[in-house]
């Protein structure tokens, strides 16, 4: 018997933002005979973004988000291609002006031309269920520690 899953969210560092800002988080990561350090880059000159953004739930829901959470579609929180994770944000739908604080705790969205992929309870707030995308201004309320989550 064959069985579908969802595509995993999260992917290598070929995502991460290349600047000389800032500089967080040293990350090893190992293969069976190879230990490499990589230095993150994160860069903090950019605090709006204005973009389409997306939502995703059912599919993920109590799953692990890339900062090593459990997903929670209900709750506000959203996935970004290169903005630290743990980062807090004010996302406004510029359709209808609806807005809300989140915080960003996963990667993504992998489509071209969407810069953020709200969880269903964030897009249910900001009004945009229905389109199922809507254009939306993110202004950057603290930078995030990109830190993982670990659990024992």
Same mark, same amino acid.
């Given at each position: 018997?064959?069985?579908? +899953?969802?595509?995993?969210?999260?992917?290598?560092? &070929?995502?991460?933002? %290349?600047? /000389?800002?800032? +500089?967080?988080?040293? %990350? &090893?990561?190992?293969?069976?005979?190879?230990?490499?350090?990589? /230095?993150?880059?994160?860069?903090? +000159?950019?605090t709006?973004?204005?973009?389409?953004?997306?939502?995703?739930g %059912?599919?993920?829901?109590?799953?692990?988000?890339?900062n090593?959470?459990?997903?929670?579609?209900?709750?506000?929180?959203?996935?970004?291609?290169?903005?630290?994770?743990?980062?807090?944000?004010?996302v406004t739908?510029?359709?209808?002006? /609806?807005?809300?604080i989140?915080r960003?705790?996963?990667?993504?969205?992998?489509?071209?031309?969407?810069?953020?992929?709200?969880?269903?309870?964030?897009?249910k707030?900001?009004?945009?269920l229905?389109?199922?995308?809507?254009?939306?201004?993110?202004?950057?309320?603290?930078?995030?520690?990109? %830190?993982?989550?670990?659990?024992?």
């Amino acid at each position: 018997m064959i069985s579908c +899953s969802s595509a995993p969210r999260y992917k290598s560092d &070929k995502y991460r933002v %290349k600047s /000389k800002t800032q +500089s967080v988080n040293t %990350k &090893k990561t190992s293969t069976p005979q190879l230990m490499k350090v990589t /230095k993150v880059i994160i860069d903090t +000159s950019r605090t709006e973004i204005i973009g389409i953004s997306s939502y995703y739930g %059912k599919d993920f829901h109590g799953k692990l988000t890339a900062n090593g959470e459990i997903f929670d579609m209900y709750g506000v929180t959203a996935a970004h291609k290169t903005l630290p994770l743990n980062t807090v944000a004010r996302v406004t739908n510029l359709d209808n002006g /609806k807005s809300i604080i989140l915080r960003v705790n996963d990667r993504g969205p992998y489509i071209v031309g969407r810069e953020l992929d709200c969880s269903y309870g964030a897009a249910k707030k900001l009004g945009f269920l229905k389109q199922g995308m809507a254009e939306v201004k993110i202004k950057i309320i603290e930078f995030g520690d990109n %830190k993982y989550m670990h659990h024992k």
